[in-house]
């Protein structure tokens, strides 16, 4: 039997110069160029902490957006120049995508305190105190408006931690909407003219319909490597504990 042998292709897509025009962020094909989205580590990490900080282009308080335009244009067009738009790509011959901004700082805002979550249920887990998890009951306290938090925490530490780790494994889940994970038999695929790997061998990855699954998705691979997250108290950036990524300022 002939074997099926392919070159690896990695999932595609689109970034280049956008424009603001009202309330949307447009990007038309004649301004964009694809490129693959797993082109490593790096650029994985910086679409999380990038879609992260989008957050950054407004103000939501009891789950109500209090500015009525963007704030930081600046920001959205660097997003787009780096990584595309959100959920759409224009294809060659095609109109250009619009997204609205409300929608990307509603979506940078969940991801932020979802990292936060992750940062506080970590640090609580791993601090040796009497009030390891003060800090962690704060961060609930203080961000109900999207969910982090019911008007009854647990008042035991065990189950609090427990409680924490739920919530957060629900809101990665609903994260990940748009990510249809694909496994392929490395003896099928072909690098340089050669193998990836035997039979028997398999490569996971991901098939991704938007860039916040993306996100996601690479969240989930950093919390299984148990990976530190901060908040700079200088510029409060979120970042990862990795001096190539971010400096304390």
Request: glycine share 8%; charged share 30%.
């Amino acid at each position: 039997m002939d074997t099926i042998r392919m070159e690896i292709s990695r999932p595609m897509w689109t970034k280049g110069l956008a424009r603001i025009e009202g309330d949307e962020i447009v990007l038309s094909w004649e301004r964009s160029r694809p490129y693959p989205l797993f082109e490593g580590p790096k650029q994985h990490e910086r679409l999380l902490m990038d879609l992260a900080e989008l957050r950054n282009l407004g103000v939501i308080a009891n789950g109500r957006i209090l500015n009525k335009r963007m704030k930081n244009p600046s920001l959205a067009k660097d997003f787009v120049r780096r990584h595309g738009l959100l959920w759409h790509r224009p294809k060659e011959g095609s109109d250009e995508c619009r997204e609205s901004w409300q929608s990307w700082l509603v979506t940078g805002h969940k991801l932020s305190r979802t990292i936060g979550l992750y940062a506080g249920l970590r640090e609580a887990i791993t601090t040796d105190s009497t009030d390891h998890t003060e800090p962690l009951r704060a961060f609930l306290r203080t961000t109900r408006d999207v969910g982090h938090a019911s008007s009854a925490m647990p008042e035991k530490d065990e189950e609090l931690l427990e409680y924490a780790s739920i919530l957060l494994a629900k809101q990665i889940t609903e994260g990940l909407e748009g990510c249809t994970p694909t496994i392929l038999a490395a003896c099928s695929l072909v690098r340089g003219g050669e193998k990836v790997g035997p039979a028997g061998d398999f490569r996971s990855s991901i098939n991704p319909s938007n860039l916040v699954a993306v996100a996601y998705n690479n969240l989930v691979t950093l919390i299984e490597s148990k990976a530190w997250f901060k908040e700079c108290v200088g510029c409060g950036e979120l970042f990862r504990m990795k001096p190539e990524f971010h400096t304390d300022r």
